[in-house]
């Protein structure tokens, strides 16, 4: 089952456009915000099944935490390049994904969701 993917990352195309294009791929539909005011604001007018958040960008913790309220049920994956998993832990449920990472994981954990 197809899923609706939002990518949160101030960077447009290291990370977003490189990741959207690749689950796209995959058949999954996906949302791309810059910042953390419009993944809210897109959070109001859209079920995502899973959240990719760039853990690097300001507020990310934050972020994170209105989102998981919004989305209980929805999978969220943080990405960073750096050691976060004390903020991560804070923000609930939240699987990390450390940078450098491999797509491969990536659709691997949005394809476990699909199942779900």
Known sequence: MNKLVLIIDDNKFLFGTMIQDYIEAYGHKVVCSHGGASALSLSREFHFDVIIIDYDIADAAE??????????????????????????????????????????????????????
Not at 76 to 104: M, Q, R, W, Y
């Open 63 to 116: 972020i994170t935490k209105i989102i998981r309220s919004c989305f209980p049920k929805s999978l969220i994956i943080g990405c960073s390049s750096a050691p976060h998993e004390n903020t991560f832990k804070d923000a609930e449920s939240v699987t990390l994904l450390a940078k450098p990472f491999a797509l491969a994981s990536l659709i691997t954990l949005i394809e476990k969701q699909a199942g779900n």
